[in-house]
């Protein structure tokens, strides 16, 4: 049955909001969403949307697209729904960044209750933007009880944020094209990675790793997560990380190692309640390595 288009379109719908922004909900339906062109969110948009309606992509050739954008604004929710990427009818082999949904630069973010499948390449993506000349972070982004499953690249890649949460969330399946991590901390192109808290959050089942740190990052918790049968490591650490917290979790029965420490990484903690295999992964190697300088 092909998608039915909403009376008003689903963009049309975010253009009637008011200027100052304001609550827009989407009712029950199938919408699709021309993704290289995408839906871009105003400052002060609380978007709510039916757990029967689906965000569809319009497949393409494009190795880069974003179904919906959060750029440059302040002050935006996402509730609800699902947004589907079209990995499945990708036209073109090229590329790795088709994103559910693209946040940069922008503050006062919460995506919650939302089911993100099928990209091209990651879920979510939360970076900086450049603004005359300069590499400005995102600011204060909640993730709660939201669903990235089987995209091809990345579930969550956060490259560009001061202050986040995750929480209550799964990240799973995420296979096609490396690194194919749950969720990636990579600070890149002059943004930071500082105060993200993962919590609650299952993180399993991801062809690469589960959770994955690199580059500069700082002030990292990751607490009570389910973190089991990703086909390389539960949680990589490397990179300059500094400041990180593991405590409460269950990895288990993880490709490599359980956790893995980098040699160059700071002020780490491991909590008492880390449980790990009680047998090697398949590669049979230990389940913690911990890399000394």
């Given at each position: 049955?092909a998608?039915?288009?909403?009376?008003?379109?689903?963009?049309?719908?975010?253009?009637?909001?008011p200027?100052a922004?304001?609550?827009i909900?989407?009712?029950?339906?199938?919408?699709?969403?021309?993704?290289?062109?995408?839906?871009?969110?105003?400052?002060?948009?609380?978007?709510?949307?039916?757990?029967d309606?689906?965000?569809?992509?319009?497949?393409?050739?494009?190795?880069?697209?974003a179904?919906?954008?959060i750029?440059n604004?302040?002050?935006v929710?996402?509730?609800?729904g699902?947004?589907?990427?079209?990995?499945?009818?990708?036209l073109?082999t090229?590329?790795?960044?088709?994103?559910g949904?693209?946040?940069?630069?922008?503050?006062?973010?919460?995506?919650?209750?939302?089911?993100?499948s099928n990209?091209w390449?990651d879920?979510?993506y939360v970076?900086?933007?450049?603004?005359?000349?300069?590499?400005?972070?995102?600011?204060?982004?909640?993730?709660?009880?939201?669903?990235?499953?089987?995209?091809r690249?990345?579930?969550?890649?956060?490259?560009?944020c001061?202050?986040?949460?995750?929480?209550?969330?799964?990240?799973s399946?995420?296979?096609?094209?490396?690194?194919a991590?749950?969720?990636?901390?990579?600070?890149?192109?002059g943004?930071?990675?500082d105060?993200?808290?993962?919590?609650n959050?299952?993180v399993?089942?991801?062809?690469g790793?589960?959770?994955?740190?690199?580059?500069k990052?700082?002030m990292?918790k990751?607490?009570?997560?389910t973190?089991n049968?990703?086909h390389?490591?539960?949680?990589?650490?490397?990179?300059?990380?500094?400041?990180i917290?593991?405590?409460?979790?269950?990895?288990?029965?993880n490709?490599i190692?359980?956790l893995?420490?980098?040699k160059?990484?700071?002020l780490?903690?491991?909590?008492s309640?880390?449980?790990?295999?009680?047998?090697?992964?398949?590669g049979?190697?230990k389940?913690?390595?911990?890399d000394?300088?």
């Open positions: 049955m998608p039915q288009m909403p009376q008003p379109p689903f963009s049309r719908l975010l253009i009637l909001a200027a922004g304001g609550v909900s989407i009712p029950k339906g199938k919408y699709l969403i021309d993704c290289v062109k995408g839906v871009t969110l105003r400052s002060g948009v609380h978007l709510i949307l039916s757990s309606a689906y965000l569809l992509a319009k497949p393409t050739s494009m190795g880069t697209y179904i919906l954008k750029y604004v302040k002050n929710t996402i509730e609800g699902n947004i589907v990427g079209e990995r499945g009818k990708h073109g090229v590329g790795e960044w088709g994103f949904i693209d946040i940069r630069g922008s503050s006062n973010v919460i995506i919650r209750d939302s089911h993100i990209c390449g879920g979510i970076a900086a933007s450049n603004r005359y000349g300069k590499e400005v972070d995102c600011h204060n982004v909640t993730i709660e009880r939201v669903t990235c499953k089987n995209n690249r990345q579930g969550l890649s956060i490259t560009g001061e202050t986040a949460l995750i929480l209550d969330s799964t990240f399946f995420t296979h096609g094209t490396r690194p991590s749950g969720i990636d901390l990579e600070a890149e192109k943004g930071t990675v105060s993200i808290v993962i919590k959050c299952d399993s089942d991801n062809f790793r589960g959770i994955q740190l690199n580059n990052n700082s990292i990751i607490i009570n997560c973190i049968r990703n390389e490591y539960g949680v990589w650490i490397g990179g300059e990380t500094e400041g917290e593991i405590s409460g979790n269950e990895a288990r029965n490709g190692y359980d893995f420490v980098g160059s990484v700071n780490l903690r491991l909590g309640k880390m449980m790990t295999s009680t047998t090697p992964g398949s049979g190697f389940l913690i390595y911990i000394r300088k």
